[in-house]
């Protein structure tokens, strides 16, 4: 497959509302020369925090994560921005007045209290902001129950409401449908002429490396393979079909006969001299550059 010149409409200071581990912010500039210039509706089944999608803003998206309390999160955005604000610039206020000894009493105070509250909640919207931007690393990680067992981050400012930006994240998700499905169900609908873009889990880069545990479910070789079995499905239906994952023999042989790029990652924060600096990354299409 090729593409004709390239017509995707940049967003105005759109980013994230929260980190994620894997997210692609820093890669944007990279993964521009990969989108499909031109293309009909988006989709994004592994949704995380949905960098690519605030950066190509469809103008038609179906966005999807497995986490049904990130999709909950994301929906509130959508439709409660103003009493997120509300519950969020009480939660910096309060935290600001602590000392770091009081900062990290309530970090655990408000972690247990997300834990414990249903689906739904919009106060469990702004735990997990708040969580989100006060603790370590930003990380969303799930014990084997589910609960969330990040530690605190021990951060001097953290910007836990960021107004302006959770504003127009709200004004961009107008419109567009959200779901928490498995992968393959949430690019069932799709059709000739659809982008869809794939971040799953990464495959490991060694036996040691274990980045897949984003939620309760791992996202293993038996996943990977039903993943390229799915890409391979979208290429036959006529989508643009793009995916990141890690720079692996596994998954270079995996997607063998599709186009195969790489780009230039930072390497998350490590105690050892080799595990810094940059990493190879694989992008993936189905059509040509």
Known sequence: MTTPKKTITRPNGVKPFLKWVGGKSQLLPQLRDFYPRTFKRYFEPFLGGGAVFFDVKPKEAFLNDINTTLITAYKHVQKKPD???NLLRRLQDKYDRQSEEGRSALYYEIRSKYNDLSEGDLNKTAYLIFLNKTGYNGLYRESSSGG??????????????????LLAVSNTLKGVSLNALSFEKAVAESRRGDFVYFDPPYYPLNGTAKFTNYHEKDFLEEEQVKLRDIFAELDRRGCFVMMSNSYTDFIGKLYRGFNKHTVLANRAVNCKAEGRGKVKEYVITNYKI
Request: net charge negative; hydrophobic share 40%.
């Open 83 to 85: 009493d997120l604000v």
């Open 148 to 165: 969330f067992n990040v530690p605190f981050g021990k951060y001097k400012n953290p910007a836990i409401l960021d107004e302006s930006n």
